[in-house]
């Protein structure tokens, strides 16, 4: 293996000219300082994860938390949201693949998170090379030719708002150490990105931008701000500057949405519903209970209880609080037989319809052949000028309870499912 040191940081992979332009002293400076500050809390963070699961392993069951009850009844606000972030209709998400970015910029939705979490594979070259490729993207000079077809690409005039996603806490960048031991992964594409991109992104009116994944409690929130902090700090930039989307897709996080807005209230801007991985969450955490186990995946679907409370918890949390409410995965592509096809946009048609009378503020799509499916839907709801639906409070509806958000759900249960 190859391995180098530059700035304390150890790199144990090839480093050609290009990666050399990312992994610079200063930037690999920067990967050490946060690595030092933050990886023993974090360390800790990930005992605390693994305590909870084994009391839900021995018979709990997640709930509200009684210490914070105050900050759930507290009157209080996130900051206001940055203009370029206040319309979120349709984002597009996928991975940092350079034709792939350039495709998703170009589609007719207002956001596109690109991703270096679940639709990227974290090899060493997929990881600096999606560095490189967002550096290319926010200076507006990304290009790429199909050496197969020799069809170009290149960026359209109009562009979506580019967001990035990093790895969630529990993942670490093999192929890079500080004083030893691996450095988080989470880290690793927060540090190289803000340091490669905060000045052009700055210059052209807007922030730097943020998805944070997987996330299980307010606690790993404010781990998140202090290293948000940290950073704005060190390159003398307003708190704010960095803006971030906080996916709830685990079933502890649901229970502290307040809380992780609270901890986070100088920099988030919305929590999003990952209902996939929320799902898979949901059977995780309640492995060892026998009366929750699920149905078949076919039936697993919003109309739920237990998923429909969660998404209606969510829209009147962050609305109440000042933050957008984000709908969750179309997971489908088109399809090109016309009657398949004409299948799947009925039920990305339905799906969204539910989100946008639910209140929620935008959706996602995975591709961009229904971006115009999703526009169609949620331009419907936001009419005379309006960019969200933060006007719509859900403040007449029931308390939803731990008992809701854990209700077992209805539905066959079957070999084959």
């Known amino acids: 293996m190859i391995s180098s040191n530059t700035a304390g940081l150890d ?50 069951l997640p709930d ?5 009850a105050d900050i759930r009844a507290g009157d209080w606000k996130v900051a206001a949201i940055p203009a370029d972030l206040q319309d979120r209709r349709v984002e597009i998400t996928g991975p940092v693949d350079r034709k792939m970015i350039i495709n998703a910029l170009n589609a007719d939705v207002k956001v596109f998170m690109a991703d270096f979490e679940d639709s990227q594979a974290p090899s060493w070259d997929g ?17 790429y030719s199909d050496p197969q077809s020799g069809k170009q690409y290149a960026l359209r005039d109009k562009q979506a708002l580019l967001i990035a996603r990093v790895r969630g806490l529990h993942l670490w960048e093999k192929h890079l150490e500080v004083d030893g031991e691996a450095v988080p992964g989470s880290l690793v ?21 943020y998805y944070l ?48 807005l609270h901890a986070l209230r100088e920099h988030i801007v919305a929590l999003n519903c990952g209902r996939w991985d929320y799902i ?29 409370a969660y998404s209606k918890l969510l829209i009147k949390t962050c609305h109440k609080r000042g933050a957008l409410a984000m709908g969750g995965m179309a997971a489908f592509i088109p399809a090109k037989d016309p009657v398949a096809n004409e299948a799947i946009l009925t039920k990305v048609t339905a799906d969204k319809e539910r989100e946008a009378s639910n ?10 052949g229904l971006a115009a499916t999703a526009n169609g839907v949620f331009n419907q709801y936001l009419t005379d000028g309006k ?20 209700a077992p759900s209805s539905g066959e249960r079957t070999e084959a499912g």
């Not at 990666?19 to 974090?42: G, K, S, W, Y």
């Not at 594409?189 to 931008?209: E, I």
């Not at 059977?283 to 109309?303: F, G, S």
């Not at 960019?387 to 854990?406: F, G, M």
Request: one cysteine or more.
């Open 387 to 406: 960019t969200n639906q933060l006007h719509i409070s859900r403040a007449d509806d029931a308390p939803v309870t731990a008992a809701d958000l854990l």
């Open 280 to 308: 898979f969450s949901y059977i995780k955490t309640l492995k060892n209970h026998a009366d929750r186990v699920l149905p078949d995946r076919q039936v697993v679907t919003m109309d739920q209880p237990f998923l429909s």
């Open 189 to 209: 594409d927060f540090a190289l990105y803000f340091f490669h991109n905060y000045q052009t992104r700055l210059a052209n009116g807007s922030g730097v931008y």
């Open 64 to 68: 509200f938390r009684a210490e914070t």
């Open 127 to 143: 990881v600096i090379e999606g560095q490189i490729n967002l550096r290319d993207a926010n200076l507006g000079t990304i290009s």
């Open 213 to 260: 994944p997987k996330l299980q409690s307010y606690k790993e929130a404010a781990w998140w701000d202090a290293v948000f902090r940290f950073t704005q700090t060190k390159f003398n930039q307003a708190i704010g500057t960095i803006r971030a989307t906080v996916l709830i897709e685990t079933l502890p996080a649901v229970f502290e949405m307040d809380e992780i």
């Open 359 to 368: 209140g929620h503020d935008g959706t996602w799509v995975a591709h961009p």
């Open 11 to 60: 790199i144990k992979g090839r480093l050609p000219a290009e990666f050399q332009a990312i992994l610079t002293p200063e930037a690999c400076r920067l990967v050490v300082e946060l690595t030092r500050e933050f990886r023993p809390a974090l360390k800790q963070l990930l005992q605390q994860r693994s305590a909870e699961q084994a009391r839900y392993d021995a018979g709990a």
